[in-house]
């Protein structure tokens, strides 16, 4: 966990009125943080889950997850994360949708989908990636 810790403050500045901070400023100083974490099928989802159980909940709020808008086994893991990340939370005052949004996207390319129709699907996951960001800021 430290060696994330320390690539995670060479990667992250915060910026607030103008100052730059890095992430082990902000977590001292218990500045509440905004966290996206997308979660697509394959072995990362695990590692995923692993490092987003290790959060300081009371800290990182909101969370924002991406998932694939057809992979409701996500979702499903999504909610269990959750689940786990509220027993450990302190403030349970504040509504579900103030801790955590979940954001479904399109998959770029389903099983069996011919690559010729993927460049077009390929370009709306994009478009709709970027979309889904870019609200988030």
């Known amino acids: 966990m430290t060696e994330l810790t320390e690539h995670a403050n060479t990667v992250a500045d915060i910026r607030k009125s103008g100052n730059k901070k890095n992430l082990a400023d902000a977590i001292s100083s218990g500045e ?3 966290l996206c974490a997308v979660i697509g099928s394959g072995g990362h989802t695990s590692e995923m889950s692993t490092l987003l159980s290790q959060l300081n909940s009371d800290l990182f709020i909101p969370r924002h997850y991406i998932v694939a808008e057809t992979d409701e086994m996500r979702i499903d893991k999504v909610m269990e994360i959750e689940k786990d990340l509220y027993e450990k939370q302190t403030n349970h005052l504040m509504k579900t949708n103030e801790i955590f949004t979940v954001k479904k996207i399109p998959r770029s390319r389903e099983v069996e989908q011919s690559y010729f129709s993927s460049i077009f699907t390929t370009l709306w996951a ?12």
């Open 32 to 34: 509440k943080l905004s």
């Open 126 to 137: 994009i478009f709709s990636s970027i979309m889904a960001v870019w609200k988030l800021k």
